[in-house]
């Protein structure tokens, strides 16, 4: 399996800072053929399912902010989130879809300072 | 808009075998190439992949579940199900049916309690 790492497990941003989570994988999930980092983002607030983000680590989902962006290859992928926001408060996931079990991170909590 | 509604018992006995639906609205399970998947969340902790099946009837099943995990399409419903076998404390959790991929959708997810 591949073991997805976050960091940090949670973090605490002023409102209009930025703020910046961590994934690592344990193997590349960068397919050569296609060139994709197969590689996702999650936000879950307190009592919804999750919501994708980002998905081939750097593509927003239609609708989400441009505040949030996705960067990495290979093995270390960040989600950053510019200009935080009071509805931004939530868990944040990554995962793998490389191969199968699809994995998650542990998620990191961001709150406002 | 696609969306998901998981439905099932809320409450299951040791041993048992749990079965969920997912009822899909706004797209057909058997167009396109997409993967519906059931992931869980037991409560306070972090998402756990269940399994899934695609357009095809291909399944990939988590293999610290696999002996126990069964997921089906129902075409002519537009529905997807999962049985899940021997259940025990340890599964405890909020179900969630997923539509994978890019424009992914979860549904709301339904708690499931496993105690006699």
């Known amino acids: 399996d591949i073991v997805m790492t976050q960091s940090p497990d949670s973090l605490t941003v002023s409102l209009g800072e930025r703020a910046t989570i961590n994934c690592k994988s344990s193997?590349?999930?960068?397919?050569?053929?296609?060139?994709?980092?197969?590689l996702g983002w999650f936000q879950q607030k307190p009592g919804q399912p999750p919501k994708l983000l980002i998905y081939?680590?750097?593509t927003r989902e239609s609708g989400v902010p441009d505040r949030f962006s996705g960067s990495g290859s290979g093995t270390d992928f960040t989600l950053t989130i510019n200009s935080l926001q009071a509805e931004d408060v939530a868990v944040y996931y990554c995962?793998?879809?490389?191969?199968?079990?699809?994995?998650f991170g542990g998620g990191t909590k961001v709150e406002i300072k | 808009q696609v969306q998901l509604q998981e439905s099932g018992p809320g409450l299951v006995k040791p041993s048992q075998t749990l079965s969920l639906t997912c009822a899909v609205s706004?797209?057909?399970?058997?167009?396109?190439?997409?993967?519906w998947a059931w992931n869980r969340q037991p409560a306070g902790k972090g998402l756990e992949w269940i399994g899934r099946?695609?357009?095809?009837?291909?399944?990939n099943y988590n293999p610290s579940l696999k002996s126990r995990v069964t997921i089906s399409l129902d075409t002519s419903k537009n529905q997807f199900s999962l049985k899940l076998t021997s259940m025990t404390a340890a599964d405890t959790a909020v179900y969630y049916c997923?539509?994978?991929?890019?424009?992914?959708?979860w549904g709301q997810g339904t708690l499931v309690t496993v105690s006699s």
């Open positions: 997923v539509r994978e991929g890019t424009s992914g959708r």
């Open positions: 706004g797209a057909s399970i058997d167009s396109g190439s997409y993967y």
């Open positions: 099946i695609h357009t095809t009837g291909t399944t």
């Open positions: 193997q590349s999930v960068l397919y050569s053929s296609n060139n994709k980092n197969y």
């Open positions: 081939w680590a750097s």
């Open positions: 995962q793998q879809y490389y191969s199968p079990p699809l994995t």
